[in-house]
């Protein structure tokens, strides 16, 4: 789990500090060693009290304003007396990113005096402290949360359609879909009307979210669908789904019919959002408009569209997907046929056949998929039927010549049938593909049994080598539920599986053990701290060489990403995620993203490559730890893809447009500068060149 450090920090650092010279050098020479504490023990995920304390109240407002954020990651709750007495801080950047903890550690006590703050300081004064602190109240949630944001709107509601609202109250506007059931849905369907645009952007991307069937809400989506901001008209259009007409009494054909307007918008976000909504509401009477949408302009509405066809009937919707199985791109061919499978298996599976003959592995897997589509069809039994053919087929594939074709096979394979899926997981569990044997492994959770230690035993001992840890995760996982069922399984577990691995060497599978195997985790010891096998040292060469020059405003990376379509610049936040963006910086010095594919790209939503593999299982062989920041996902906004947190590794996604569930939840580490005509048009299975510094 170890990142190499492979870039001369130490060289860089001394150079730096050199050019420097003056009192400011030897200012930022003091901080190294707090900064280098906080480093090292937000790393290992340590919250260590006196540290953190003498860091809050440190000269520098950067030393305090990185211990507030590490407290807020790490994650302990000893952590809230420290960040309650750093919001008293004059300093408004170190203000706000302990407000930001504070949401993190998610602590209901902390409330009150996040009321006091929001709701009884002078309104003109600390807006922007204001606004994090009803960020954090968003994200703490619970009814009391949900009455200080309601008190808040109820204060501001004539200001809807008259003066503009402060920042504060737009903030509590865009973040008020964290209170869920709570969120006071009257307020937020006024705002709606306002005349300022991040109001109606905040309120009704909150609406969009919570989809509540009060008709102030509905009437408010809808009008919302005419708003003169292709922004807003593409949130409200996205939540009008079938499923909506049916919770909020809607006339499914009006509101159909509203949908399949805007799916000539002048606008490529609101196209695809209308195409996506759209396809929720089934049958053929919007055929006609989705089908001319295959041949837009916009690659990726292209997509969509023979995404949302897909789910329609009718002859002309065959005759469309079947015009696309050809010519054009490769991700236009793919969902035609994904798209066919869905609409007409037996037509599907002359162009399968097809696609499984190819030498390029990856028409095999989207071949696979679309078999996984037909074998799921149950409206046509018989052995003859397609379905039975297309099991057939998946079966015969676990032999083929790519472990990846073959994780998709397996994967595709296993919710079929329940004897198959016992027999098919225990077989595979010991395939010499990581991927493989993590498939076979996670439907052993559900399946073994005390016969299967032994054989879990040696599958786990295989995986000690993966790059990534999925395999031993799902065997810790199996194992635990065993050993819950008797003590006879419990002792079987300890003699032949805990004897072989008295310890464990990934801080992951320990945090497995933690949650689901209670006699491995008392072994093992906890997860937590993290030996991140780095020194002291190391993180003093960071500190000096990125994180001070970066706040400093003097070190500012910035990548080219040279993909088929065009360039795109990234300007990288060494100050914020000061561990990531060195981690980003050394793959891209061993070249490891050259000739990647962007392996998942979700119109208007993301784009996401970094997969040695290319097929979204792959990783670095390491795992860094999460960096979240009070930056927020916007148009172009580069992330780290996690499976769940603290797993970041190579893989990372830029999003399409402003994406604020994602806050605070995955590390931002760059942002878009140049190349966004580019960005939207990449499509799935497309290459990066390489990666370079700019």
């Excluded at 900064?35 to 407002?61: C, K, M, T, V, W």
């Excluded at 709107?153 to 004539?158: D, F, V």
């Excluded at 080219?560 to 793959?587: H, K, M, N, W, Y």
Aim: hydrophobic share 45%; charged share 25%; net charge negative.
């Amino acid at each position: 789990m170890n990142v190499c450090w492979s870039r001369p920090i130490r060289y860089v650092c001394s150079l730096l500090f050199v050019l420097a010279g003056g009192s400011a050098a030897a200012q930022d020479e003091a901080a190294v060693e707090p900064l280098a504490g906080i480093l090292a023990a937000e790393d290992a995920r340590r919250f260590d009290g006196p540290l953190f304390r003498a860091a809050s109240r440190h000269p520098s407002p950067v030393v305090r304003r990185h211990a507030a954020l590490a407290m807020g990651r790490i994650g302990s709750a000893a952590a809230v007396p420290i960040l309650l007495e750093i919001i008293a801080h004059h300093d408004s950047a170190v203000r706000e990113d302990a407000l930001f903890a504070l949401g993190l550690l998610r602590d209901p006590s902390t409330v009150p005096r996040l009321r006091d703050l929001v709701l009884n300081a002078p309104m003109a004064e600390q807006e922007g402290t204001r606004a994090e602190a009803v960020a954090a109240v968003a994200r703490i949630g619970g009814t009391e949360a949900a009455d200080l944001i309601k008190e808040l709107l109820g204060r501001w509601t004539g200001a809807a359609r008259g003066n503009e609202p402060p920042i504060t109250v737009v903030r509590a506007l865009a973040e008020a879909w964290r209170l869920g059931p709570d969120a006071p849905v009257r307020e937020l369907s006024q705002f709606a009307e306002s005349e300022l645009r991040q109001a109606r952007v905040g309120a009704i991307y909150t609406l969009s979210r919570l989809r509540s069937p009060a008709p102030g809400a509905s009437n408010a989506l809808i009008r919302a669908t005419e708003d003169r901001d292709p922004l807003i008209r593409s949130l409200a259009v996205r939540a009008l789904t079938a499923a909506y007409a049916d919770t909020a009494a809607l006339d499914h054909k009006g509101l159909a019919a509203r949908v399949e307007s805007l799916v000539d918008d002048p606008d490529p976000r609101v196209r695809t959002n209308a195409l996506r909504a759209l396809r929720t509401f089934g049958g053929d009477r919007h055929v006609s408009a989705v089908s001319d949408r295959t041949g837009d302009t916009d690659p990726n509405v292209r997509v969509q569209a023979l995404a949302t066809l897909g789910t329609m009937e009718g002859e002309q919707a065959i005759r469309t997907l079947r015009d696309h199985l050809t010519g054009g791109f490769l991700a236009t061919q793919r969902q035609a046929l994904l798209s066919l499978a869905r609409v007409s298996p037996s037509l599907a599976t002359q162009a399968i056949e097809e696609w499984l003959a190819s030498n390029d592995w990856r028409r095999r897997l989207v071949a696979v998929q679309a078999l996984r589509v037909v074998a799921a069809d149950t409206s046509t039994g018989g052995l003859d039927s397609p379905g039975e053919g297309a099991r057939t087929v998946l079966l015969q594939l676990l032999g083929d010549r790519d472990p990846r074709v073959v994780a998709s096979a397996l994967t595709s394979l296993l919710p079929l049938d329940t004897i198959l899926q016992r027999s098919l997981a225990r077989r595979f569990v010991h395939h010499r593909d990581e991927v493989v044997r993590a498939v076979a492994a996670q439907q052993l959770i559900e399946w073994a049994d005390s016969g299967d230690i032994d054989l879990l035993a040696d599958a786990y001992e295989l995986g000690a080598a993966d790059r990534i840890p999925d395999a031993r995760i799902a065997i810790v996982k199996a194992l635990g539920a065993i050993a819950e069922r008797d003590f006879v399984s419990r002792s079987m577990i300890e003699t032949r599986f805990l004897a072989r691995f008295p310890t464990c060497d990934n801080y992951l599978v320990r945090h497995a053990a933690e949650e689901d195997f209670e006699v491995a985790a008392d072994l093992w010891g906890p997860s937590r701290p993290v030996d991140a096998g780095r020194g002291i040292a190391d993180y003093r060469d960071l500190v000096r060489g990125m994180v001070l020059p970066a706040e400093r405003g003097e070190y500012r990376p910035s990548l080219i990403i040279e993909a088929d379509r065009g360039d795109i610049v990234i300007e990288l936040f060494a100050a914020d995620a000061p561990l990531t963006v060195q981690s980003f910086l050394d793959l891209v010095d061993r070249r490891y993203f050259d000739g990647g594919l962007w392996h998942r790209v979700v119109p208007n939503f993301v784009i996401q490559a970094g997969d040695p593999r290319g097929d979204g299982w792959g990783g670095p062989g390491f795992a860094i730890r999460d960096e979240v920041s009070r930056r927020r996902f916007d148009r172009g906004t580069v992330g780290v893809a996690l499976s769940g947190p603290d797993t970041g590794g190579s893989q990372f996604f830029i999003t399409h447009s402003p994406q604020p569930h994602l806050d605070g939840t995955f590390t931002i580490f760059g942002q878009v500068r140049t190349g966004f005509e580019f960005l939207d048009r990449i499509t799935w299975g497309e290459r990066i060149r390489r990666i370079r510094p700019e």
